[in-house]
């Protein structure tokens, strides 16, 4: 079957403004660019966008799929902004819990509230007498009540985990605020979840992306729900005849070697990805690795998840298997750090490593990344959601090369665009505003360090040929051009037209995967 698409702006992304009459689709391929009286003759079918427009299908190059399903199925504190209030939501939502029943909450950020209240686990005990556990917006933090550190073991005399902190009170009592490695001492004693509850959440999130426009994403959700066999059986149940989709999976060091030699993928639908590590925290649990102490509280630096020597030995398993890592790193001496590895352990010869998040930076780290071949993974959204308050946290001084997008491009290193869900919204067009304005929607001033801001060009392009590049698939994805996958998003209008507001206003009309409609406004969608 050939399928001609035409009537209206459709946008290769090769190069700025250019633009193609017509795309003829030969099952999931692009085979021909031209002129539509050109392209019809060849066609079995035609799709005429009645003046909307088209672009290469937008892909999220970092996020967590089935905990995005678990947000949307789950209580989600995310847009609460005073302590009182999410006090009020939680009381609500624990009505009925009893005995060991477990309440979980998504999302809570204290800079949201004026006050900027973290909860002790005395008042979450007023609230519920079950096991509670709040993961912070970050996930790199989570609040506990004194039921859920009881099952976890965790007293005045549990030891730090390494890398990982339990917070604790004057006397050395846990206040319930567990950071990085330590929320993992509660999260191990969560009831584990079904398959079928696996494959629900990670339905629902695929339903929401494809939805929103988004053809793929790059995803870990290897590393938890016990046993990889798990997840990855949901993906398997989800994604496939029906429901096409591009999952890249991320593969937690933990999971990894098992996974090199006995998982069973479905490509190019669900495919196998680098290692990932972490290297830090998150800026606003202060867990991020800095060079130098935090500006609103000298006494840290941020933690480092692993020793420089097991960092190392890390990426040397996934070289082992010939294989790129993926590194979470915030902080700059977490990038130092990531970067010393990468350097000591090249990368395999058609490979590319991924550094995620990036957001803060040093002039020798840039020198650095610029004699690599690596793919850094951006969230645009970090910036109206961390200012102002992360100048609180690194100061001034630091702002130079921090959520520094524009350097980055302008250097020439690669760049790809995600949300981070379910930290931040999935939405592609909140990303895509965020990187073009850096600003809330509902601010009026200038933007956050707006000599940062992308052009509209720029910002489609992390989403697009930036997402393939990260995956060594730049010759196949992220433009539309002869031989390339048929995967499209198609807006109601021109993304490149009318003030900032239009990426936000936009509405997506359809979704095509591999040749397929996976999704279509005011039609049967998947």
Not at 212 to 220: D, F, P, V
């Amino acid at each position: 079957m050939k399928v001609l698409i035409y009537g209206g702006q459709i946008y290769t992304m090769a190069t700025e403004g250019e633009t193609v009459e017509a795309v003829l689709v030969s099952d999931d391929c692009i085979e021909k660019t031209g002129s539509y009286e050109e392209l019809r003759q060849l066609a079995d079918k035609e799709i005429d966008l009645a003046g909307r427009t088209m672009y290469p299908g937008l892909v999220d190059s970092h996020l967590h799929l089935i905990q995005h399903g678990e947000k949307l199925m789950r209580v989600d504190l995310s847009k609460i902004d005073s302590s009182e209030d999410m006090k009020q939501q939680l009381i609500r939502s624990t009505e009925g819990h009893s005995g060991d029943e477990w309440f979980i909450g998504e999302g809570w950020n204290e800079n949201n509230f004026p006050d900027r209240k973290i909860f002790h686990r005395s008042e979450l005990d007023a609230i519920c007498e079950s096991p509670m556990m709040l993961k912070r917006v970050c996930r790199h933090a989570v609040l506990a009540n004194s039921r859920a550190l009881e099952l976890a073991g965790i007293t005045k005399e549990t030891e730090d985990p390494e890398g990982g902190v339990i917070v604790r009170d004057t006397n050395g009592e846990p206040t319930g605020y567990l950071l990085d490695a330590a929320q993992e001492l509660v999260a191990n004693v969560v009831p584990e979840v079904s398959v079928g509850y696996l494959t629900k959440a990670l339905k629902t999130s695929v339903d929401d992306l494809l939805k929103l426009g988004l053809t793929g994403a790059h995803t870990e959700d290897m590393g938890y729900y016990g046993h990889y066999s798990r997840p990855l059986q949901a993906f398997h149940n989800v994604i496939g005849k029906e429901t096409k989709f591009r999952a890249h999976l991320l593969r937690a060091h933990i999971a990894f070697e098992e996974m090199m030699e006995n998982a069973e993928y479905l490509e190019p639908f669900i495919d196998p990805g680098p290692m990932k590590l972490f290297a830090d925290g998150s800026i606003g649990g202060r867990t991020a690795l800095l060079s130098h102490p935090y500006t609103d509280d000298p006494s840290t630096s941020g933690v480092a998840i692993h020793s420089d020597e097991e960092l190392k030995r890390l990426v040397s398993v996934a070289r082992k298997y010939g294989e790129a890592v993926a590194i979470h790193v915030i902080g700059d001496f977490a990038m130092e750090k990531a970067l010393d590895a990468i350097e000591a352990h090249p990368t395999p010869q058609g490979k590319r490593d991924r550094l995620i998040h990036a957001m803060v930076l040093r002039e020798d780290l840039l020198e650095r990344l610029k004699r690599l071949d690596v793919a850094l993974d951006l969230q645009p959204s970090f910036v109206p959601s961390d200012f102002p308050w992360v100048v609180e946290r690194l100061g001034d001084d630091r702002l130079a090369l921090s959520y520094a997008w524009k350097t980055l491009l302008d250097e020439g290193i690669i760049c790809a665009g995600g949300s981070d869900a379910p930290i931040e919204e999935v939405d592609p067009r909140e990303g895509l505003f965020a990187a073009v304005a850096r600003r809330k929607p509902e601010d009026t001033h200038d933007g956050y360090l707006p000599e940062q801001k992308l052009s509209r060009f720029e910002a489609i392009r992390l989403y697009t040929y930036g997402s393939a590049q990260a995956i060594c698939m730049e010759h196949r994805r992220g433009l539309i051009k002869e031989g390339f996958d048929a995967d499209f998003t198609v807006f109601d209008r021109d993304l490149f037209e009318g003030p900032e507001e239009q990426l936000l206003n936009a509405e997506v009309e359809m979704t095509v995967v591999a040749g397929e409609v996976m999704y279509e406004k005011n039609g049967e969608g998947v």
